[in-house]
T-cell receptor, first 114, second 115 residues
Framework: KAGVTQTPRYLIKTRGQQVTLSCSPI?????VSWYQQTPGQGLQFLFE???????NKGNFPGRFSGRQFSNSRSEMNVSTLELGDSALYLC?????????????FGPGTRLTVT | AQTVTQSQPEMSVQEAETVTLSCTYD???????LFWYKQPPSRQMILVIR??????QNATENRFSVNFQKAAKSFSLKISDSQLGDAAMYFC????????????FGQGTRLTINP
C-alpha cells in the first residue's frame, strides 16, 4: 500500500502570496490531519478532516483553511503569507478518527516565505 | 489545556546500550492515549509505541517499552540495545479519547547513537 504523499515537497513563496498544499492519504483512510512544525513552536495541530467535514481546528488564524474531497485527498490553504508561516507542514491519515487507529504521517511540505 | 513536556532536548547513548527518554503531561481527563513518535532525519514521522491510559500494563514493542505512571502523569520511553538506526527526534504526544484526531506534542528529544 502506498503511504501518505504530500505535494509539493518544497515551496518558496513571498510575503502576501497564498499557497495551497496537497495531501493524499493512504487508500481507504478517511481522516486527514494537518500539523505545522517549526523550531520555535514545535508541532502544532492545524485541523482534521473526516469524510469531507472539518472536525476540529487548532489555534491558528483564519488565513489557514482546508478542505477534503470525496476521495479523501485534502488540501490546506494559507492566504496572505507571513514570514512566520515558514514551516514544515505535515499531514497524517488514519482509517477512522479514533486514537485506536494509527495515524500515518507524510514526508511533509517545507514552506519558506521570503 | 493539555500540555506535554519533554525535559531533555538532547540525549546520547552508546550503541547497544539502553537509554530512557522522559515525558510528563498535564490533563484533567481520565480517558486518553499517549504516544511516542520517531522522526528520523528524512522527516517522516513514525509511530513507535502507544499506551491507552486505562490499561495499567506498560506497552512494549520489541526493543521499545514505556514506563507509564498515570498518577504522576509520566510516560517515559526506554530503548534497549540501541542501534544506529534509532538516531532521530523523538516526540511524546497525547490525545484525548474523543473528538478529532488532535495530537498534542512535546518539544522533542534529539537522540544520538554513538558507535
Amino acid at each position: 500500500k502506498a503511504g501518505v504523499t504530500q505535494t509539493p515537497r518544497y515551496l518558496i513563496k513571498t510575503r502576501g502570496q497564498q499557497v495551497t498544499l496537497s495531501c493524499s492519504p493512504i487508500s481507504g483512510h478517511r481522516s486527514v490531519s494537518w500539523y505545522q512544525q517549526t523550531p520555535g513552536q514545535g508541532l502544532q495541530f492545524l485541523f482534521e478532516y473526516f469524510s469531507e467535514t472539518q472536525r476540529n481546528k487548532g489555534n491558528f488564524p483564519g488565513r489557514f483553511s482546508g478542505r477534503q474531497f470525496s476521495n479523501s485527498r485534502s488540501e490546506m490553504n494559507v492566504s496572505t503569507l507571513e514570514l512566520g508561516d515558514s514551516a514544515l507542514y505535515l499531514c497524517a491519515s488514519s482509517f477512522q478518527s479514533r486514537p485506536s487507529y494509527e495515524q500515518y504521517f507524510g514526508p511533509g511540505t517545507r514552506l519558506t516565505v521570503t | 489545556a493539555q500540555t506535554v513536556t519533554q525535559s531533555q532536548p538532547e540525549m546520547s547513548v552508546q550503541e547497544a546500550e539502553t537509554v530512557t527518554l522522559s515525558c510528563t503531561y498535564d490533563t484533567s481527563e481520565s480517558d486518553y492515549y499517549l504516544f511516542w513518535y520517531k522522526q528520523p532525519p528524512s522527516r517522516q514521522m513514525i509511530l513507535v509505541i502507544r499506551q491507552e491510559a486505562y490499561k495499567q500494563q506498560n506497552a512494549t514493542e520489541n526493543r521499545f517499552s514505556v514506563n507509564f505512571q498515570k498518577a504522576a502523569k509520566s510516560f517515559s520511553l526506554k530503548i534497549s540495545d540501541s542501534q544506529l538506526g534509532d538516531a532521530a527526534m523523538y516526540f511524546c504526544a497525547y490525545r484525548i479519547n474523543q473528538g478529532a484526531q488532535k495530537l498534542v506534542f512535546g518539544q522533542g528529544t534529539r537522540l544520538t547513537i554513538n558507535p
